[in-house]
């Protein structure tokens, strides 16, 4: 007597593609997302970027933190964003920089770090205004209104990023513009790092202000006089 071959389980292997199909047209769904909505926000909000030679006037411009030296030092990226907000408040374009950046821990303090460069570069020390809660540009932004009373500002950070800035800061009711603080050439490497985390952050913006909405570190409002 001999015995049937064994067969496949034809269900099986059918439930198993259907799964793969599913699979796939979701991740495919997420990157279409994640890459549409950096595209739109490029798009966006390229007329509302500018040089700080061709920058509008403002009263205040948000200065954004870029991290630190293991020094204490700004690190490039940041320098260049303090320098920017700089020249802007020497050619009188603001009154006012608002510093936000990140100071969870006693030894790291992006703020300070920022306000000595912008001191050390001509900046009087009472028209400097520091944010220490700013950790992620969303509580930047919102801190911006919501502490600091600010209404209509320029937002002085790296091309980059200023799409997603500006989107935040229109979502959240703050008027805005940007200028880009681009002053040297940086590595190709960097780039590429950027452009990258920017895919993901700008679709990480998107859920903050449509579906998440959370709240930032808030306290007493100090608005800038």
């Known amino acids: 007597m001999t015995t049937a071959p064994h067969l496949p389980n034809i269900r099986g292997w059918m439930r198993l593609g259907t799964a793969l199909r599913f699979t796939a047209a979701s991740a495919l769904l997420v990157i ?4 549409g909505a950096r595209a739109y926000t490029a798009w966006r909000y390229s007329a509302a970027i500018f040089s700080p030679e061709g920058a509008p006037e403002r009263r205040v411009a ?15 990226v940041l320098y260049d ?23 969870r821990f006693v030894e790291y303090n992006e703020p300070a770090a920022m306000r000595a460069t912008a001191i050390e570069l001509g900046v009087p020390a009472e028209d400097i205004v520091l944010d220490y809660a700013g ?10 209104r919501a502490i600091f009373g600010v209404t209509d500002v320029l937002l002085v ?17 703050l008027k805005a513009v940007g200028v880009a603080s681009d002053l040297r050439p940086y590595r190709r490497s960097s780039q590429t790092i950027w452009a990258a985390r920017e895919l993901v952050a700008t679709a990480a913006a998107v859920w903050d202000v449509y579906i998440s909405r959370p709240l930032p570190v808030l306290g007493d409002p100090e608005p800038i006089e």
Not at 32 to 35: E, R
Not at 135 to 144: F, H
Request: proline share 3%.
């Open 135 to 144: 950790r992620r540009t969303y509580d930047s932004c919102y801190r911006a």
């Open 157 to 173: 950070t790296q091309a980059f990023h200023l799409p997603r800035a500006l989107f935040i800061c229109e979502s959240l009711g």
């Open 62 to 76: 948000l200065v954004f933190g870029a991290g630190l030296q293991r020094d204490g030092r700004p690190t490039a």
């Open 81 to 103: 964003r303090v320098a920017a907000a700089v020249a802007l408040y020497q050619s009188g374009k603001v009154d006012k920089l608002l510093m936000s950046g990140d100071n």
């Open 32 to 35: 279409g997302g994640v890459v």
